[in-house]
């Protein structure tokens, strides 16, 4: 779906512009990105050193909390305006092959790469993990001493209470 064949754009003149539109489920982008579900329209315009992408794509994709490890549904809306040139030459980063394919993949893994959160958070409340049993503060809450020789922790767990 990320590979457009983008032949008829490239026979065309310069200025001509085609829109496409691209949705699906458990979309493959790299062997370290699995989208649950894509979606998006791009304008695919002629130029003269190759075909000028520029869209919009909506994607969600399952993240883990770094508080409780739940995972958790992460939407996020990425704009493409990139150009990609053709013939392919070795310097330019966005190319369309030989074949007139034209890969999106790379573009928006490394987009959404730059999106994705240093954090990722189920809730902004998330409680976590309780340091000694394991028990998820979320759904319940643990028989462990809340006092504890690490000053780090005392202060987690003040903050924590504090919600």
Known sequence: MLRLNV????NRSVGFSREIRFSGEQVVVAADLILER???EAQLTRTPPGILVEGTIDITRDMQCVRCLAVHALQAEVGISELYTYPPEPEVEW????DCVLNLAP??????????PIQALCSPDCRGLCPTCGQDWNLDGCACPR?????RLAVLQELLEAD
């Open 38 to 40: 894509l979606s998006g």
């Open 107 to 116: 573009l928006l893994r490394e987009l959404l790469l730059v999106e994705e």
């Open 7 to 10: 032949g008829h754009v490239l």
């Open 95 to 98: 190319t369309i092959d030989d």
């Open 147 to 151: 006092e504890s020789s690490d000053p």
